[in-house]
Protein backbone atom coordinates (compact mmCIF):
# COMPACT_ATOMS: atom_id res chain seq x y z
CA UNK A 1 0.00 0.00 0.00
CA UNK A 2 1.21 3.34 -0.93
CA UNK A 3 0.81 5.91 1.41
CA UNK A 4 1.48 10.20 1.22
CA UNK A 5 3.01 11.31 4.29
CA UNK A 6 3.12 15.13 4.87
CA UNK A 7 5.20 17.07 6.84
CA UNK A 8 6.48 14.48 8.99
CA UNK A 9 9.06 14.97 11.74
CA UNK A 10 10.36 11.76 11.49
CA UNK A 11 14.30 11.50 11.01
CA UNK A 12 16.03 10.92 7.10
CA UNK A 13 16.27 6.94 7.96
CA UNK A 14 12.61 6.67 8.71
CA UNK A 15 12.13 8.56 5.56
CA UNK A 16 14.02 6.65 3.29
CA UNK A 17 13.06 3.40 5.02
CA UNK A 18 9.46 4.16 4.05
CA UNK A 19 9.97 5.62 0.49
CA UNK A 20 12.06 1.52 -0.24
CA UNK A 21 8.06 0.59 0.96
CA UNK A 22 6.21 2.28 -1.74
CA UNK A 23 5.37 5.52 0.52
CA UNK A 24 5.64 8.90 -1.21
CA UNK A 25 6.28 12.05 1.47
CA UNK A 26 4.91 15.41 0.78
CA UNK A 27 7.22 18.40 2.48
CA UNK A 28 5.45 21.80 2.28
CA UNK A 29 7.34 24.71 3.88
CA UNK A 30 11.46 25.30 3.00
CA UNK A 31 13.24 28.19 2.82
CA UNK A 32 15.82 26.07 0.92
CA UNK A 33 13.28 25.14 -1.51
CA UNK A 34 11.94 29.03 -1.56
CA UNK A 35 15.16 30.46 -2.17
CA UNK A 36 16.27 27.68 -5.04
CA UNK A 37 12.76 28.44 -6.97
CA UNK A 38 13.79 32.11 -6.35
CA UNK A 39 17.09 31.51 -8.37
CA UNK A 40 15.50 29.40 -11.15
CA UNK A 41 12.64 31.55 -11.43
CA UNK A 42 15.04 34.39 -11.87
CA UNK A 43 17.23 32.22 -14.40
CA UNK A 44 14.06 31.17 -17.06
CA UNK A 45 12.59 34.07 -16.75
CA UNK A 46 16.07 35.82 -18.68
CA UNK A 47 16.25 32.88 -20.39
CA UNK A 48 12.85 33.70 -22.32
CA UNK A 49 13.84 37.12 -22.42
CA UNK A 50 11.61 38.48 -20.23
CA UNK A 51 8.31 36.46 -20.85
CA UNK A 52 6.13 34.37 -18.40
CA UNK A 53 7.76 30.65 -18.63
CA UNK A 54 3.94 28.71 -18.02
CA UNK A 55 2.48 31.51 -21.07
CA UNK A 56 5.43 31.65 -23.57
CA UNK A 57 4.47 28.57 -25.55
CA UNK A 58 1.71 31.11 -26.69
CA UNK A 59 3.80 33.51 -27.73
CA UNK A 60 6.71 31.50 -29.56
CA UNK A 61 7.36 29.86 -32.66
CA UNK A 62 7.66 25.76 -31.36
CA UNK A 63 11.14 25.89 -33.12
CA UNK A 64 12.33 28.80 -30.86
CA UNK A 65 11.11 27.70 -28.14
CA UNK A 66 12.58 24.17 -28.31
CA UNK A 67 16.04 26.28 -28.80
CA UNK A 68 15.25 27.98 -26.15
CA UNK A 69 14.82 25.20 -23.69
CA UNK A 70 17.57 23.22 -25.16
CA UNK A 71 20.32 26.07 -24.59
CA UNK A 72 18.73 26.87 -20.88
CA UNK A 73 18.28 23.32 -19.49
CA UNK A 74 22.31 22.73 -19.84
CA UNK A 75 23.01 26.09 -18.53
CA UNK A 76 21.22 25.47 -15.69
CA UNK A 77 21.94 21.68 -14.73
CA UNK A 78 25.61 23.00 -14.99
CA UNK A 79 25.20 25.69 -13.08
CA UNK A 80 27.23 25.83 -9.36
CA UNK A 81 24.60 27.85 -7.54
CA UNK A 82 22.29 24.66 -8.43
CA UNK A 83 24.33 22.42 -6.46
CA UNK A 84 24.65 25.01 -3.28
CA UNK A 85 20.85 24.80 -3.28
CA UNK A 86 21.11 21.00 -3.58
CA UNK A 87 22.97 20.94 -0.32
CA UNK A 88 21.01 23.50 1.57
CA UNK A 89 17.69 21.66 0.54
CA UNK A 90 19.07 18.09 1.72
CA UNK A 91 20.62 19.24 5.05
CA UNK A 92 17.45 21.39 5.47
CA UNK A 93 15.32 17.85 5.38
CA UNK A 94 17.53 15.99 7.73
CA UNK A 95 20.00 14.21 4.93
CA UNK A 96 23.22 13.44 6.48
CA UNK A 97 25.95 15.48 4.25
CA UNK A 98 28.69 12.91 4.44
CA UNK A 99 26.50 9.55 3.45
CA UNK A 100 24.13 11.55 0.93
CA UNK A 101 24.49 11.96 -2.61
CA UNK A 102 22.55 13.95 -5.30
CA UNK A 103 22.86 14.28 -9.05
CA UNK A 104 22.72 17.69 -10.52
CA UNK A 105 18.70 19.28 -10.84
CA UNK A 106 17.17 18.71 -13.86
CA UNK A 107 14.49 21.09 -15.37
CA UNK A 108 11.36 19.81 -16.68
CA UNK A 109 9.00 21.68 -18.73
CA UNK A 110 5.35 20.26 -19.22
CA UNK A 111 3.72 22.77 -22.42
CA UNK A 112 0.05 22.44 -22.52
CA UNK A 113 -2.27 20.78 -24.70
CA UNK A 114 0.47 19.15 -27.31
CA UNK A 115 2.54 21.97 -27.72
CA UNK A 116 5.95 20.17 -27.53
CA UNK A 117 6.24 16.91 -25.76
CA UNK A 118 9.25 15.58 -27.44
CA UNK A 119 12.90 15.64 -27.09
CA UNK A 120 13.45 18.70 -24.92
CA UNK A 121 10.56 18.77 -23.01
CA UNK A 122 9.60 14.52 -23.03
CA UNK A 123 6.61 13.38 -21.93
CA UNK A 124 7.34 11.33 -19.97
CA UNK A 125 4.96 7.73 -20.77
CA UNK A 126 4.83 5.59 -17.54
CA UNK A 127 8.11 4.32 -16.60
CA UNK A 128 10.16 3.92 -13.08
CA UNK A 129 13.73 5.03 -13.02
CA UNK A 130 15.01 1.84 -12.31
CA UNK A 131 14.42 0.77 -15.83
CA UNK A 132 16.81 3.24 -16.56
CA UNK A 133 19.67 2.20 -14.64
CA UNK A 134 18.81 3.89 -11.40
CA UNK A 135 20.00 2.00 -8.51
CA UNK A 136 16.86 0.28 -6.65
CA UNK A 137 17.42 2.52 -3.18
CA UNK A 138 17.12 6.27 -5.64
CA UNK A 139 14.86 8.36 -3.98
CA UNK A 140 13.85 11.33 -6.17
CA UNK A 141 12.89 14.85 -5.31
CA UNK A 142 10.71 16.68 -7.06
CA UNK A 143 9.58 19.99 -6.65
CA UNK A 144 7.33 23.12 -8.76
CA UNK A 145 8.69 26.03 -9.59
CA UNK A 146 5.21 27.86 -10.04
CA UNK A 147 2.12 26.76 -9.06
CA UNK A 148 0.87 23.25 -10.34
CA UNK A 149 -2.76 21.58 -10.40
CA UNK A 150 -3.28 18.27 -10.06
CA UNK A 151 -3.85 18.31 -14.19
CA UNK A 152 -0.28 19.05 -14.77
CA UNK A 153 1.39 17.33 -12.89
CA UNK A 154 3.30 13.36 -12.07
CA UNK A 155 0.89 10.52 -11.54
CA UNK A 156 1.81 7.50 -9.48
CA UNK A 157 0.22 4.44 -10.27
CA UNK A 158 0.78 2.68 -6.87
CA UNK A 159 -0.68 -0.74 -7.91
CA UNK A 160 2.61 -1.45 -9.82
CA UNK A 161 5.07 -0.86 -6.97
CA UNK A 162 5.13 -4.32 -6.32
CA UNK A 163 3.42 -5.78 -9.48
CA UNK A 164 5.87 -6.36 -12.34
CA UNK A 165 5.24 -5.42 -16.28
CA UNK A 166 6.78 -5.98 -19.53
CA UNK A 167 8.88 -2.81 -20.34
CA UNK A 168 12.06 -3.69 -22.64
CA UNK A 169 14.46 -2.57 -19.58
CA UNK A 170 16.74 -5.59 -20.57
CA UNK A 171 17.37 -3.84 -23.89
CA UNK A 172 18.15 -0.77 -21.68
CA UNK A 173 22.10 -0.27 -21.02
CA UNK A 174 23.23 3.25 -19.55
CA UNK A 175 26.63 3.78 -21.25
CA UNK A 176 24.70 2.69 -24.43
CA UNK A 177 22.40 5.61 -23.91
CA UNK A 178 24.73 7.89 -23.09
CA UNK A 179 27.19 6.86 -26.27
CA UNK A 180 24.24 6.88 -28.61
CA UNK A 181 21.16 9.64 -27.61
CA UNK A 182 21.98 12.22 -25.35
CA UNK A 183 23.17 14.29 -27.79
CA UNK A 184 20.51 14.37 -29.98
CA UNK A 185 17.67 14.78 -27.79
CA UNK A 186 18.11 18.42 -28.31
CA UNK A 187 17.21 18.38 -31.86
CA UNK A 188 14.26 16.11 -31.77
CA UNK A 189 11.35 18.32 -32.44
CA UNK A 190 8.52 15.79 -34.38
CA UNK A 191 8.75 12.40 -33.24
CA UNK A 192 10.66 10.98 -30.86
CA UNK A 193 12.30 7.87 -31.94
CA UNK A 194 15.33 6.32 -29.28
CA UNK A 195 14.50 3.31 -28.07
CA UNK A 196 13.13 3.60 -24.71
CA UNK A 197 11.96 1.44 -21.75
CA UNK A 198 8.48 1.57 -21.92
CA UNK A 199 5.21 -0.84 -20.65
CA UNK A 200 5.04 -3.43 -23.02
CA UNK A 201 1.47 -4.66 -21.75
CA UNK A 202 -1.54 -2.60 -21.20
CA UNK A 203 -1.48 -1.42 -17.67
CA UNK A 204 -4.55 0.18 -15.56
CA UNK A 205 -3.09 4.07 -14.79
CA UNK A 206 -5.70 3.75 -12.47
CA UNK A 207 -6.13 3.98 -9.32
CA UNK A 208 -3.60 7.12 -9.64
CA UNK A 209 -2.08 9.74 -7.04
CA UNK A 210 -1.11 12.86 -8.06
CA UNK A 211 0.51 15.14 -4.85
CA UNK A 212 0.14 18.67 -5.44
CA UNK A 213 3.11 19.96 -2.96
CA UNK A 214 2.93 24.28 -2.89
CA UNK A 215 5.55 26.05 -4.58
CA UNK A 216 8.25 26.07 -1.65
CA UNK A 217 7.61 22.33 -1.12
CA UNK A 218 8.55 19.22 -2.56
CA UNK A 219 7.83 15.22 -3.12
CA UNK A 220 10.11 12.50 -2.48
CA UNK A 221 9.13 9.05 -3.98
CA UNK A 222 11.09 6.17 -4.61
CA UNK A 223 12.52 5.32 -8.42
CA UNK A 224 11.04 2.38 -8.22
CA UNK A 225 7.56 3.66 -8.62
CA UNK A 226 5.81 3.47 -11.41
CA UNK A 227 5.17 7.26 -12.56
CA UNK A 228 4.22 9.09 -15.57
CA UNK A 229 3.17 13.01 -16.61
CA UNK A 230 0.06 13.69 -16.59
CA UNK A 231 -1.30 14.96 -19.70
CA UNK A 232 -1.38 18.85 -19.26
CA UNK A 233 -4.33 20.28 -20.13
CA UNK A 234 -4.36 23.08 -17.76
CA UNK A 235 -3.21 25.97 -19.98
CA UNK A 236 0.15 26.55 -18.43
CA UNK A 237 3.34 25.32 -18.91
CA UNK A 238 4.50 23.18 -15.78
CA UNK A 239 8.00 23.94 -14.90
CA UNK A 240 9.45 21.62 -11.97
CA UNK A 241 13.03 20.85 -11.23
CA UNK A 242 13.70 17.50 -9.87
CA UNK A 243 17.15 15.53 -8.55
CA UNK A 244 17.86 12.16 -7.52
CA UNK A 245 19.34 11.11 -4.21
CA UNK A 246 21.28 7.66 -2.51
CA UNK A 247 21.99 7.40 1.03
CA UNK A 248 25.34 5.97 0.44
CA UNK A 249 24.84 3.14 3.70
CA UNK A 250 21.92 1.90 1.47
CA UNK A 251 24.28 1.76 -1.69
CA UNK A 252 26.74 -0.41 0.10
CA UNK A 253 24.44 -2.63 2.12
CA UNK A 254 22.33 -3.13 -1.48
CA UNK A 255 19.21 -1.49 0.57
CA UNK A 256 16.38 -0.09 -1.90
CA UNK A 257 13.05 -0.91 -2.62
CA UNK A 258 12.42 -4.26 -4.08
CA UNK A 259 13.34 -5.20 -7.90
CA UNK A 260 9.65 -5.97 -9.46
CA UNK A 261 10.50 -5.94 -13.17
CA UNK A 262 13.84 -3.97 -13.88
CA UNK A 263 16.31 -6.09 -15.94
CA UNK A 264 18.51 -2.94 -17.38
CA UNK A 265 22.38 -3.17 -16.99
CA UNK A 266 24.85 -0.11 -16.28
CA UNK A 267 23.96 2.25 -13.30
CA UNK A 268 23.78 5.57 -12.66
CA UNK A 269 26.12 5.91 -9.63
CA UNK A 270 28.86 7.51 -10.74
CA UNK A 271 26.41 10.82 -11.53
CA UNK A 272 26.26 10.97 -7.70
CA UNK A 273 27.99 13.97 -5.83
CA UNK A 274 28.71 13.92 -2.01
CA UNK A 275 26.49 16.71 -0.49
CA UNK A 276 29.39 17.82 1.77
CA UNK A 277 31.85 18.16 -1.18
CA UNK A 278 30.84 17.33 -4.38
CA UNK A 279 33.10 13.90 -4.47
CA UNK A 280 31.62 11.00 -6.54
CA UNK A 281 31.69 7.47 -5.05
CA UNK A 282 34.06 5.53 -4.73
CA UNK A 283 34.85 2.86 -7.47
CA UNK A 284 35.06 -0.05 -5.25
CA UNK A 285 31.57 0.84 -4.03
CA UNK A 286 29.86 0.93 -7.94
CA UNK A 287 31.88 -2.09 -8.77
CA UNK A 288 28.94 -4.54 -7.63
CA UNK A 289 26.79 -2.55 -9.63
CA UNK A 290 28.18 -2.65 -12.78
CA UNK A 291 27.60 -6.91 -12.58
CA UNK A 292 26.37 -8.35 -16.13
CA UNK A 293 28.05 -4.78 -18.17
CA UNK A 294 29.51 -6.36 -21.74
CA UNK A 295 33.37 -5.29 -21.63
CA UNK A 296 33.25 -2.91 -24.99
CA UNK A 297 30.57 -1.28 -22.72
CA UNK A 298 32.20 -0.24 -19.72
CA UNK A 299 34.49 2.01 -21.20
CA UNK A 300 31.56 4.72 -21.44
CA UNK A 301 31.16 4.41 -18.09
CA UNK A 302 32.04 8.05 -17.91
CA UNK A 303 31.85 10.03 -14.92
CA UNK A 304 28.85 12.46 -17.23
CA UNK A 305 27.70 14.95 -15.05
FE1 LIG B 1 11.02 9.44 -13.78
Known amino acids: MT ?3 VDPTCTDDERRHALYDGDIFVHTHSPAIQAFV ?12 GRDPETAQYEMDVKEYAEVLGSFKPTFIHHPESKVHLREILVEHGCDPELTYFDVPRLRTSTSDNYLTTGIAYAFHPHRDTWYSAPMMQLNWWLPIYD ?9 HPDYFAKGIANGSERYNYYAWNRDSRAIAASQIGEDTRDQPKPEEPIALDPQIRPVPPVGGTMVFSGAQLHSSVPNTSGRTRVSVDFRVVHRGDVEAGRGAVNVDSHCTGTTMRDYLRVSDQERLPAEVIAPYDVGVPDELLQYAIYSS
Open 148 to 156: VSPDNVVAF
Open 3 to 5: SVI
Open 38 to 49: AFTRGLIEDAFG
